[in-house]
């Protein structure tokens, strides 16, 4: 009976190495947000976001970021080193709440900060990244 329920499991894949339905649903995000990969987290965004920066950014590194950042963000920056350059998100003014970075609003730093690799931008823009 333990051999037919791991059978049956099979199907379902593994997360951390997608063979089967995840994998193909992985590829079916980075088709409809025209990107070269997709990758499924759980637990909430902390693990996303610190896997992003920390694996990108080296010491020294400078990333753009809203002044909001969460602080998942700012754990991310100490363990890795990279430096912060934080810009002020504009502020919807019916509501009252932060929006996010304006493409205007990320020129003003970029304009200043000598760029040695490339630039990763997002829309809608939450984070750059701008390794020197």
């Known amino acids: 009976m333990f051999n037919g329920r791991r059978k049956f499991m099979k199907p379902l894949d593994n997360l951390c190495h997608p063979v089967s339905v995840i994998k193909e649903a992985e590829e079916l995000a980075a088709r409809a947000f025209d990107a070269q990969h997709a990758f ?7 693990s996303a976001v610190q896997s992003m920066i920390m694996s990108v950014c ?4 400078k990333i753009i970021m809203p002044r909001n950042v969460h602080r998942s963000a700012i754990n991310a920056l100490i363990i890795s080193g990279a430096v912060p350059v934080y810009v002020n998100p504009s502020i919807n003014k019916q509501l009252g709440i932060p929006l996010g970075m304006s493409v205007a609003d990320v020129k003003k730093p970029l304009s200043r900060i000598r760029m040695r690799r490339q630039c990763w931008l997002t829309i809608p823009l939450t984070m750059v990244f701008v390794p020197t």
Not at 40 to 46: R, Y
Not at 58 to 61: A, C, M, T, V, Y
Request: without cysteine; hydrophobic residues 25%.
């Open 58 to 61: 080296k010491r020294g590194d």
């Open 40 to 46: 499924f987290m759980v637990n909430g965004t902390t």
